[in-house]
């Protein structure tokens, strides 16, 4: 078992995996929308996802994100230029893909235990693989989008639980493009014990998710004290803003330009996001409401706060969709945002500038672009802080979130 000098407890991972089976959003769809059921067609690796004629996941290859993967760390090094790998051998013919249902860890709960023993984890926020990525291209089909969900909820609930152990804490899928569904999904998960709600961080139907028409849901997410996060998936950016500057955005991931990527799984979207419900007085509305950001890395937030309280400073005095705000941007950004960095950034500035208590450790275990092993880089990281300021990251701030003290 892995384990770390001078750590008290165990470490708290915030970014964890599973690789979704076949039967994910299908085994409980509710009888009225089998036919608008996510589904898996054909062998691994050619298997691709489909809404009834619809092909979802068209913007990436078949088999990605869940079926046919390269192996944990795989492509890490492209991001921190640490290896020669290129991107190609990450998502073009030549990866080292391995069969995801041939690795019980990725997909059953006793096994997935015992590799977190054997890690060194005391407890995992669990996120979706598949389950992240769909939701722009069904924006058009509510029903469908809002029945996948509730489905893949439920069989979240079957399969891993909500954290009833203290150990493994599911994140359910919601989406705002129906919000009567909305407030009674939340209303189910939590009653159920879920902690947290995962939401994609796009605009939704033309609107922010600040926006008041969608206050009925915040309250209630205030109320139940149900935290909301932002983990990197598909927002629709190549799309909605690539075309404008002469992309073709039906382009298939391996195909992606290098201004697609800058524009679509860069900090554009989550800069976005977190500008939209800060500047749209979010949190002023509704004070108890925390977000937190996983897997979108930290390197903006400096940037991203100047030009929110230039902004604040220039246009005070106009129009504000959500109300007048009542302190700096930056200061409500540094109250209600929890940040998840990429292993290969800087976390003493981040530290700097956030704050020690709203830096959360997260692996991206079991993904390719992740850690190998969730504490491969943990020594390195004691090195560069505090001892004080590694057990809040490593533990800690995470146990907070969790209210296991």
């Not at 992240?132 to 969900?149: G, M, Q, S, T």
């Not at 998710?209 to 004290?225: I, K, L, N, V």
């Not at 989550?270 to 390197?299: K, Y």
């Amino acid at each position: 078992m892995t384990t770390i000098a001078g750590l008290t407890g165990g470490v708290i991972d915030v970014d964890n995996h599973y690789y979704e089976p076949a039967d994910a959003f299908s085994r409980h769809i509710d009888p009225d929308c089998r036919d608008l059921a996510l589904v898996a067609k054909g062998p691994v690796p050619q298997r691709v996802w489909t809404v009834g004629e619809h092909q979802c996941l068209s913007f990436t290859v078949p088999g990605v994100p869940v079926d046919h993967v390269p192996p944990p760390g795989f492509s890490a090094g492209i991001f921190d230029s640490t290896s020669e790998l290129e991107m190609d051998s990450f998502i073009g013919e030549g990866a080292a893909f391995e069969n995801t249902a041939e690795r019980p860890e990725y997909r059953d709960r006793s096994a997935r235990l015992t590799v977190m023993d054997e890690q060194g984890l005391e407890a995992i926020v669990q996120l979706p693989s598949l389950g992240v990525i769909f939701d722009y291209e069904l924006r058009d089909h509510p029903k469908a989008l809002c029945a996948n969900y509730r489905a893949f909820n439920r069989w979240l609930e079957e399969d891993w639980g909500y954290g009833e152990d203290g150990r493994i804490y599911g994140v359910p899928a919601l989406s705002l493009s129906d919000l009567d569904w909305a407030v009674e999904e939340l209303e189910r998960v939590s009653d159920l014990g879920a902690r947290f709600v995962w939401l994609s961080h796009r605009p939704v139907n033309g609107r922010s998710p600040a926006d008041p028409s969608f206050d009925p849901f915040w309250a209630r997410m205030q109320e139940r004290g149900v935290k909301f996060i932002f983990h990197t998936g598909y927002e629709g950016y190549t799309h909605l803003y690539g075309e404008l500057w002469g992309e073709d955005s039906g382009r298939p991931l391996p195909q992606w330009s290098c201004f697609q990527h800058y524009i679509g799984h860069g900090a554009r979207p989550i800069m976005d996001s977190l500008a939209a419900l800060i500047l749209h007085n979010l949190f002023g509305r509704f004070p108890g409401l925390e977000v937190i950001s996983i897997e979108n890395g930290s390197s903006w937030i400096p940037f991203l706060l100047s030009q929110l309280d230039k902004a604040y400073k220039v246009g005070a005095r106009g129009i504000q969709l959500g109300g007048e705000l009542t302190d700096l941007p930056s200061a409500i950004f540094r109250r209600h945002v929890h940040v998840n960095p990429f292993h290969e950034e800087d976390i003493v500035s981040l530290i700097d500038t956030m704050g020690s208590d709203r830096v959360l450790f997260g692996s991206d275990w079991p993904h390719p672009e992740g850690l190998a092993t969730p504490l491969g880089r943990a020594q390195e990281t004691a090195e560069k802080i505090s001892p004080e300021d590694f057990q809040k990251f490593m533990r800690d701030n995470a146990a907070c979130l969790l209210g296991k003290g």
